[in-house]
């Protein structure tokens, strides 16, 4: 029975538009125990050290009895494709209804995060939480899942295995409540929050370095140089926005070019929409056009934010005409996830609320219009600087992951030594974290953190990322070297539980690249064998 359930982790469900898969990690986390009516098993987390199953011994048997997550039916997909097209040539998407990522009963968005804020969280004790009321609440669950033969199209069980059941969540929430009790995000936080990690809203320190930047921005020319400098350890969110368009290259220095400039590439933007947009359905854009429209939905299934049809709409035309504008590299997969920090922080310039729960159709059109431009003119300052990574072949990846295979060697010998011992190749793991800038290993108000200081440093996304990847790998040796087979380390490295990192632990990390790069950067005799 565990060897099967292993197995279906892996396989994808073809009622679920867009291969939306239950699969642990930053973006995909598993669900809180308190949530499932069903007791029957315990899936808080995986239990990577006691695998009893069949050991692949290479990846190639793992590949074989496993289907990729992300994968998708091709024939399905074409069907989807034409019909959608047979009753509609308009730029609309028409996506499905709203996605339900987890099995069990249905949820709202904002109450599934209420419900997994975790202990304490809004100031309570942990031993006040589970009082009375909770105690008579679960005896209420337990009975109605006594009474009642079949729930959630599952047949249940009986009522002593019920109350298995009903113990072994009772000792995963106890080992909840022994933790630390330091302030945790919930499972879909606040993208932007400067202080996802439990500081105050605004310490004296914050509002200095506020001061600083709008010091710096109000300058008739911006010192780039100094900007650069105090944007290394992060930028506030009040001024992210025009931070971001100036180092990125989108904005000049100069203040009184900038309306100009803005006006221009929107304008220029927009032309481009008019003059190639229409040709998506072309013989020879069809299936640039087609990759698109499937791989549109995955981008961030568990932000409501993203699954808009505005929102869906204004992507597809970013992606499109990025693609045919670079015939070299065209569209892969991995760049619709590049779009995602540019657009949230600048539609955070317009938005107090909480990003992700925004609808984007309430803003004014011409906004929504300059959030779009913005968005495509900085990715694509972004990908000029790594476009060997999309290129045929992808070569960029290629040596990155060479390059990071080199370095860990060097840095950490046991973690090299133990991957090598269990057949774990470092392209099995490390080519998504070059392919998507580490955003599938990293929630997203994280990556915008990371943003900044890839922004800060000289060819950020391209050099200094590799160091990153190193100080992340690297921070969980404990876990890789407590791994004793392929299938156990394989899905603990795809699969890393960041989603209550805030920025501690993003400045750490990036201190620790930072290290790595001051060592090894600028030592090409040390750095290689």
């Given amino acids: ?34 949530l499932r009516r069903t007791f029957a098993k315990e899936a808080a987390k995986p239990n990577f050290n006691n695998l009893k199953s069949k050991k692949p011994s290479s990846f190639h048997e793992f590949a074989r009895s496993t289907n990729d997550a992300w994968d998708i039916d091709d024939d399905e997909e074409d069907e989807d494709f034409l019909a959608a097209h047979q009753t509609s040539l308009t730029p609309s998407l028409h996506p499905s209804p709203p996605l339900q990522q987890y099995p069990g009963p249905s949820l709202h968005q904002a109450d599934l995060a209420d ?19 909770c105690e008579e609440e679960e005896q ?26 009903d113990s072994s969540v009772r000792s995963t929430l106890q080992k909840q409540k022994s933790l630390p009790m330091r302030p945790i995000i919930p499972l879909i936080a606040r993208i932007s929050d400067q202080n ?27 010192d780039l140089e100094e900007l650069r400098k105090s944007s290394w350890s992060g930028i506030p969110r009040e001024v992210r926005p025009i931070t971001w368009r100036l180092l ?26 008019e003059q190639y947009y229409h040709s998506r359905t072309d013989e020879h854009y069809k299936d640039t056009y087609r990759q698109i429209h499937i791989d549109i939905p995955r981008t961030n299934p568990l932000i409501p934010l993203f699954q808009q049809p505005t929102v869906q709409e204004v992507f597809e035309r970013i992606l499109f005409i990025w693609a045919i504008r670079h015939p070299a590299s065209g569209y892969v997969q991995g760049i619709n996830d590049l779009v995602t920090p540019f657009f949230v922080v600048f539609l955070s310039e317009f938005v107090e609320e909480d990003v992700e729960n925004f609808e984007m159709a309430g803003l004014p059109l011409e906004t929504q219009r300059n959030i779009e431009a913005d968005s495509f ?43 090598k011992r269990y057949e774990v190749e470092y392209l099995q793991f490390a080519f998504r974290w070059m392919n998507n800038l580490l955003m599938r290993e990293l929630p997203l108000r994280c990556t915008i953190r990371v943003w900044d200081t890839y922004q800060a440093e000289a060819e950020g996304f391209s050099n200094f990322h590799l160091y990153v990847c190193a100080a992340f790998l690297i921070e969980w040796r404990k876990e890789i070297l407590s791994m004793v087979d392929f299938q156990g380390l394989l899905m603990l490295l795809q699969n890393l539980p960041t989603i209550h ?29």
């Fill in 1 to 34: 029975m565990a060897t099967e359930n292993r197995i279906h982790f892996w396989r994808r469900n073809v009622k679920v538009p867009g291969s939306i898969q239950p699969v642990y990690g930053a973006q995909h986390p598993p669900l809180d125990p308190r």
């Fill in 501 to 529: 990192w805030g920025n501690e632990e993003v400045g750490l990390l990036l201190a620790e690249a930072y290290r790595l790069k001051y060592m090894f950067a600028d030592a090409p005799n040390h750095y290689k064998r």
């Fill in 196 to 222: 996802a990690s439990g500081a105050p809203p605004m310490t004296v320190r914050e509002k200095s370095r506020q001061d600083k930047f709008r010091q710096l921005l109000a300058s008739p020319n911006t």
């Fill in 115 to 133: 419900r997994l804020t975790p202990l304490g969280a809004a100031g309570l004790n942990p031993q006040e939480e589970q009082g009375p009321d």
């Fill in 377 to 419: 003119w900085c990715m694509s300052k972004l990908l000029d600087g790594i476009q060997d990574n999309y290129t045929f072949a992808q070569p960029g990846i290629q040596n990155k992951v060479k390059d990071l295979e080199e370095l860990v060697s060097r840095i950490d010998m046991d973690i090299h030594g133990h991957l």
């Fill in 140 to 165: 209420q669950d337990k009975g109605e899942e006594e009474e009642c033969g079949e729930f959630n199209g599952r047949v249940g069980k009986s009522s002593s295995d019920a109350h298995l059941g």
């Fill in 248 to 273: 990125s290259g989108y904005l000049p220095a100069n203040m009184e070019r900038r309306d100009l400039v803005l006006k221009r590439k929107r304008d220029e933007y927009f032309g481009f929409i």
